[in-house]
């Protein structure tokens, strides 16, 4: 065995044990931001080094990390390449979840978007929301209806007060 071949092997052992630390864009060795192009590269240099049928019959023990490498790099690739769950992935890497979880992830990026939305109660963000769609329409009697309900909902919410106020300025 020539000393870059055990170097390497060591590697890949360090690297299979500590897998549930690593980041599907780390692992990957991509950008947050990469493109479909980027990422199927990546992907594709990775299976090639990583592909466990090269050692088979030589070191069960490589073979068996190689096995969970690929096993994690696939499932990378798969969920990155997919926007919604990638966006999902996104939500519950901020919140510190390193593997895709498909109910973790998607109540991540619930409760991500919720944190963006103005209002804590359902009904009063609902109004708020129909009082944006109404104003975008050019109804602005719709809109101020709408705001007037979401403020029965949370009459101190500053972004519902704003919308009022701008609303009956204007």
Not at 5 to 26: G, K, M, P, S
Not at 107 to 113: K, N, T, V
């Amino acid at each position: 065995m020539t000393d870059a071949f055990a170097q390497w092997r060591e590697q890949v052992l360090a690297t299979a044990q500590r897998l549930d630390e690593i980041d599907y864009f780390r692992l990957l060795g991509c950008a947050p931001d990469a493109g479909p192009a980027d990422l199927r590269k990546a992907f594709r240099q990775l299976a090639n080094n990583y592909h466990p049928d090269r050692f088979v019959g030589q070191d069960e023990g490589l073979c068996r990390a190689l096995e969970a490498i690929y096993r994690r790099i696939t499932e990378a690739y798969a969920v990155l390449r997919d926007p919604a769950d990638r966006s999902a992935y996104r939500a519950g890497l901020d919140q510190g979840l390193t593997r895709y979880d498909p109910d973790q992830s998607q109540q991540a990026l619930q409760q991500s978007q919720n944190a963006q939305q103005p209002g804590s109660s359902a009904e009063g963000r609902r109004h708020y929301e129909r009082a944006q769609s109404a104003l975008a329409r050019g109804d602005r009697f719709g809109a101020q209806e709408e705001i007037r309900m979401a403020l029965l909902f949370e009459p101190s919410e500053p972004a519902f007060l704003n919308l009022a106020k701008d609303l009956q300025g204007s």
